[in-house]
């Protein structure tokens, strides 16, 4: 077989014709009604049942996510915004309730127990949890959560600015941040920050109609806060919310010294008596590294690092370049960020980004890639619910991948320099990443505990963490600008509580990182087999399999600080 002209194929379904779609409610509906009468008379029976189920539920979200990718992908077209919110107003609220059925008919048939426990046993915790929260009163709720939320990314996809003489994104923006010349970096941060806010008002108002469904949400499901809930909600049976503000101290105490003192280099090397915002990604040298020139390069060269690590890896890049599953390049009524959307009816994965031409653009697309091998490995999988990774999984083999790549940016760097510059940047962001993490999980974690706040409130609490977790940055006389920069985070928005997992899944990708520099080969097997399990086990023995501890104590972060800077000092 050519593996250079091999493309994805939508997979044979089992039970299912492969005419029947999930866009218009009626023919899904028949199928629900079906398994809702469906008799279930012998163990072989459930386990028919549950992957009924499962393939039904994969046609279901194949369709979300062709939905969700050609709304993010012209998110100026509101003929696509709609379809999306059709869909999920009037197919995908409907289903919830059907699944609390189903759930309960799984769990309460007779012959649930015997169900071999190695392999379903990690399933009938997933549907306890989600049978004790399912209430009928929230899916009207969700369902106008979703549309406001579509609201933020369509209302931030078009922001732009005028600078020198051309519009630009505020993505596009980003690239003036790294130019040498201070006056200019000043200038275009400044303008972005105006442009934002100038939107405070509307996205404080958009904010606050969401929080008030999401307390309501909470309320309905019993819960005293709307953050308990979520913390119920992601199924993190293996760490609380007491646990998560550990990792915040850990962090104020670990990283932000050593950080402070890293830009305590920067501000002398720089030569200015104050580290300013627009001081923070210019390179020190003054030179801007450019890994690539065009989209095409940029793919490719992304493949061949991939095949490095293991020839596999660069084959399925490959395989979704030449199938179509790649939007990454930036432009105007494109939403904003980067994700990869599993595409379960294919096995395979869509990888969306906004490309502008920097190093972190490499880091993105290595990280999506992580992702979408993910959804690889687990093509076969029967059972839904282990497809569905919780963040702490799903970012670990992502992030991880960043790292495991690291020895091969050659590829995109032919010049030593560049290539340790590379190399150190993207150590330095393993660490750089986490302050700003901690501030948005603490920020979250705090507006709904505290749902009476108003907006002057929550942006006077968002400027005291942006002080607690400072590291060296002088804000005076942008008090304004500093408060407004949560507007920025889109998951705060679109998905409230997910972003903590980046920084729990930072110190297990520098793990795995630390484990393949010592044991090679061995560590990529065991990264693959934590792939190849989903979410079939527990979070904390999916990080054994991957060989790490699932840790986020003071002393492991200390320990790993302590790794990331001798990387460091052996790339001076």
Not at 213 to 219: L, N
Not at 277 to 295: E, R, T, Y
Request: proline residues 2%.
């Amino acid at each position: 077989m050519n593996l250079i002209q091999e493309k994805i194929v939508k997979r044979k379904r089992k039970y299912y014709t492969e005419d029947l779609t999930a866009d218009v409610w009626s023919s899904i509906a028949q199928e629900f009604q079906k398994l809702e009468q469906t008799e279930i008379s012998s163990l072989s029976s459930l386990k028919e049942f549950i992957d009924k189920i499962g393939e039904l539920g994969m046609i279901l979200m194949e369709t979300y996510a062709w939905k969700y990718i050609k709304m993010t992908c012209q998110a100026d077209n509101p003929e696509y915004v709609q379809q999306f919110n059709d869909f999920y107003a009037n197919v995908i609220s409907k289903v919830e309730s059907y699944d609390f059925k189903f759930n309960k008919k799984i769990y309460q048939s007779p012959y649930a127990h015997q169900l071999p426990k190695e392999r379903y046993g990690h399933l009938l915790k997933i549907i306890a949890n989600k049978i004790e929260l399912f209430r009928e009163e929230n899916i009207p709720l969700k369902v106008r959560e979703n549309e406001l939320a579509n609201k933020y990314g369509e209302r931030f996809s078009k922001l732009t600015v005028q600078f020198c003489g051309e519009e630009k994104t505020l993505t596009q923006m980003a690239k003036y941040q790294k130019d040498a010349d201070r006056k200019v970096r000043e200038e275009a941060w400044r303008l972005v920050a105006a442009r934002i806010q100038q939107e405070q008002a509307a996205f404080d108002q958009l904010f606050d109609e969401m929080k008030e469904i999401r307390i309501q949400i909470a309320r309905n499901a019993g819960f005293d806060n709307y953050r308990d809930y979520m913390h119920q909600e992601k199924g993190r049976f293996d760490y609380s919310p007491g646990d998560l503000f550990q990792f915040h101290d850990s962090v104020e105490k670990v990283v932000v010294p050593f950080l402070k003192e890293l830009n305590t280099e920067r501000k002398a090397k720089l030569g200015v008596s104050k580290l300013r915002p627009w001081d923070i990604a210019v390179d020190l040298d003054g030179q801007v590294l450019k890994p690539f020139d065009n989209i095409t390069e940029f793919i490719d060269k992304a493949i061949t690092v991939l095949s490095k690590v293991k020839g596999e890896f660069g084959a399925k890049l490959n395989m979704m370049k030449n199938t179509g599953f790649l939007d990454l390049e930036n432009r105007k009524g494109k939403a904003p960020g980067g994700y990869n959307f599993p595409l379960v009816e294919h096995g395979a994965a869509f990888i969306f980004m906004n490309a502008i031409g920097l190093q972190s653009d490499v880091s993105t697309i290595l990280h999506e890639s992580g992702h979408a091998l993910h959804s690889f490995a687990t093509a076969n999988e029967a059972i839904a619910e282990y497809k569905h990774t919780p963040s702490e999984i799903a970012e670990l083999a992502a992030m991880a991948m960043e790292l495991l790549t690291l020895e091969y940016l050659d590829n995109y760097y032919q010049d030593t320099y560049h290539l340790r510059k590379a190399k150190r940047e993207q150590l330095e962001g393993t660490l750089k990443f986490l302050p700003w993490c901690m501030i948005v999980d603490a920020f979250q974690h705090w507006i709904y505990t505290n749902p009476d706040h108003s907006a002057s409130q929550r942006t006077a609490y968002f400027q005291s963490l942006m002080d607690r977790f400072n590291t060296g940055v002088d804000w005076s006389g942008l008090a304004s600008e500093k408060g407004a920069a949560w507007l920025r985070q889109l998951h705060i928005f679109e998905v409230p509580f997910y972003y903590i997992e980046y920084g729990i899944s930072q110190l297990g990708a520098i793990s795995i990182y630390k484990n393949y520099q010592e044991n090679g080969s061995k560590a990529v097997e065991q990264y693959e087999e934590f792939l190849r399990l989903g979410y079939s086990k527990s979070v904390k023995e999916l990080y054994l399999a991957a060989g790490i501890e699932f840790d986020f104590s003071e002393e492991n972060v200390r320990e790993i600080t302590q790794f990331i800077e001798k990387e460091l000092d052996g790339l001076q």
